[in-house]
């Protein structure tokens, strides 16, 4: 099977990203080729490095406006061959300038069960409001922040004697399963956008 190309890109500790490179060492079908980081001190960096994977810490303002930063973004990964991006903590939204270069190929990850709990602060969020199950979304990004298309959620309990740390670590440890296995239907060829603009992803086998 030929390997699905993907672009990274992070701006913190990199623990998705490690999360799939992982996968990969075991039989993910994916290779990384190439990680962008917003920041030159994210640990996310050492990890791609310490893969071989090619890095790059970008700077936006050398840049005078959004559109052209991200015209750019769009081209280092263009020309590393990249077929989907993929942001793994990724502090930034994305102009249409990425979103229109890799239509319908940039995946997120939000750290809740969209709808609910949009924004920077879902972990934080759905704990002050007493959700009994929260969890993790995987959803194509677009131009309107958290609202792309839905590729996969999985919930995640809050449970009775939980702290928020307890209940992010949870969380976070979803994440690492959820992130490879949709990239794993994505190489597989079992995942679908119909006319509705609705995911579908076929079971193995």
């Given at each position: 099977?030929?390997?699905?190309k993907i672009?990274?890109?992070?701006?913190?500790?990199?623990?998705?990203l490690?999360?799939?490179?992982?996968?990969?060492?075991?039989?993910?079908?994916?290779?990384?080729?190439?990680?962008?980081?917003?920041?030159?001190?994210?640990?996310?960096?050492?990890?791609?490095?310490?893969?071989?994977?090619?890095?790059?810490?970008?700077?936006?303002?050398?840049?005078?406006?959004?559109?052209?930063?991200?015209?750019?973004?769009?081209?280092?990964?263009?020309?590393?061959?990249?077929?989907?991006?993929?942001?793994?903590?990724?502090?930034?939204?994305?102009?249409?300038?990425?979103?229109?270069?890799?239509?319908?190929?940039?995946?997120?990850?939000?750290?809740?069960?969209?709808?609910?709990?949009?924004?920077?602060?879902?972990?934080?969020?759905?704990?002050?409001?007493?959700?009994?199950?929260?969890?993790?979304?995987?959803?194509?990004?677009?131009?309107?922040?958290?609202?792309?298309?839905?590729?996969?959620?999985?919930?995640?309990?809050?449970?009775?004697?939980?702290?928020?740390?307890?209940?992010?670590?949870?969380?976070?440890?979803?994440?690492?399963?959820?992130?490879?296995?949709?990239?794993?239907?994505i190489?597989?060829?079992?995942?679908?956008?119909?006319?509705?603009?609705?995911?579908?992803?076929?079971?193995?086998?």
């Open positions: 099977m030929e390997k699905l672009g990274v890109l992070l701006s913190g500790s990199g623990t998705n490690q999360a799939i490179i992982d996968e990969i060492a075991e039989d993910l079908p994916v290779e990384v080729v190439h990680v962008l980081s917003s920041r030159p001190d994210a640990y996310g960096i050492e990890r791609a490095r310490a893969a071989g994977i090619p890095v790059t810490v970008f700077d936006r303002s050398c840049y005078e406006d959004p559109t052209a930063a991200d015209g750019r973004i769009a081209a280092i990964m263009d020309k590393a061959g990249a077929e989907y991006l993929v942001m793994a903590g990724y502090m930034r939204k994305l102009t249409p300038v990425v979103l229109d270069a890799f239509p319908d190929r940039v995946l997120n990850l939000h750290p809740a069960l969209l709808p609910s709990f949009k924004g920077a602060h879902a972990i934080q969020d759905a704990w002050d409001a007493g959700v009994k199950v929260t969890g993790v979304t995987v959803h194509l990004a677009n131009e309107d922040y958290d609202k792309g298309p839905i590729v996969a959620q999985r919930a995640v309990p809050v449970l009775e004697g939980d702290d928020i740390d307890a209940l992010e670590a949870r969380i976070h440890e979803t994440e690492h399963v959820i992130y490879p296995e949709v990239l794993r239907a190489a597989e060829g079992r995942m679908t956008l119909d006319a509705d603009r609705k995911i579908h992803i076929q079971p193995l086998g």
